[in-house]
């Protein structure tokens, strides 16, 4: 079983920046991928960026070169850094993991992010 504890979400204005952070109950070497996914209201959850065990990244279209996914092994943590954030980006993120050798997806709580002027 994997605890994972989001923080880091809230209002910020078009442009502004956010960083959220997920904390892991198990060491991070245990975890083949980590990362963020996206939740609106009435529509599947969606990909923003991962990260694997090795340091390989994968990030929607829309997330590249404004987001930054980062692990923090000696903290248990991943972050993700959104800079020059729109409105669009609006919703509830949702910190996601997979252990190596299973196909269990363990889920945050999930935090909301809210762009707006």
């Known amino acids: 079983q994997v605890q994972l504890v989001e923080s880091g979400g809230g209002l910020v204005q078009p442009g502004g920046s956010l960083k959220l952070s997920c904390a892991a109950s198990v060491n991070l070497f245990s975890i083949y991928v980590m990362g963020w996914y996206r939740q609106a209201p009435g529509k599947q959850r969606e990909l923003v960026a991962v990260?694997?065990?090795?340091?390989?990244?994968n990030y929607a279209d829309s997330a590249k070169g404004r987001f930054t996914i980062s692990r923090d092994n000696a903290k248990n943590m991943v972050n993700l850094q959104m800079n020059s954030l729109k409105v669009e980006d609006t919703d509830v993120y949702y910190c996601?993991?997979?252990?190596?050798?299973?196909?269990?997806?363990?889920w945050g709580q999930g935090t909301q992010v809210t762009v707006s002027s």
């Open positions: 996601n993991a997979r252990l190596y050798g299973q196909v269990t997806n363990y």
């Open positions: 990260i694997t065990g090795g340091g390989s990244t």
